[in-house]
């Protein structure tokens, strides 16, 4: 979803869809395994949920108007409105969290999630939501 018809509530919503397909992939696991395991079993998982997403989708970069030829990829860009980016790492750090946000900004994004698959509980240290200024200006819905 794009555009007008976009709501905080919309996004809340997707969000929440979300994070119960990564506890039920994080459930049926458990941590210790390769970020690209995660990432075959979540996609399987949200495809169960008919939730639409593109998985491993290039992410244009316009450098002084010329578009750079780079191989910049998001893990997952879901309903075209929403990044999802895979870790499994021991914590997740301030990097992490730039690229999220610059890969909300090159795709004209308002959310991102980061997940970390290498912790025993999701919602402790699993989990970070990040918004930015195309979030603040949605309407509530």
Do not use: W
């Not at 905080?8 to 506890?23: P, Q, R």
């Not at 004209?108 to 989990?127: E, M, R, S, V, Y």
């Amino acid at each position: 979803m794009k555009g007008e018809d976009m709501t905080k509530k919309y996004l809340d919503e997707l969000t929440y869809n979300i994070i119960g397909a990564v506890i039920e992939v994080h459930k049926t696991l458990g941590p210790g395994l390769l970020e690209s395991i995660y990432h075959v079993c979540l996609k399987h998982e949200l495809h169960l949920r008919k939730i639409n997403f593109i998985s491993e989708m290039k992410i244009p970069l316009i450098f002084k108007e010329v578009r750079m030829s780079l191989d910049l990829r998001c893990d997952l860009f879901i309903e075209k409105c929403l990044v999802l980016e895979l870790k499994a790492v021991e914590s997740f750090s301030s990097i992490h969290e730039a690229q999220l946000l610059t890969y909300m900004k090159l795709l004209n994004t308002p959310k991102g999630i980061l997940i970390n698959f290498n912790c025993t509980n999701i919602f402790k240290g699993g989990q970070k939501t990040l918004v930015n200024e195309l979030f603040r200006e949605l309407p509530d819905g």
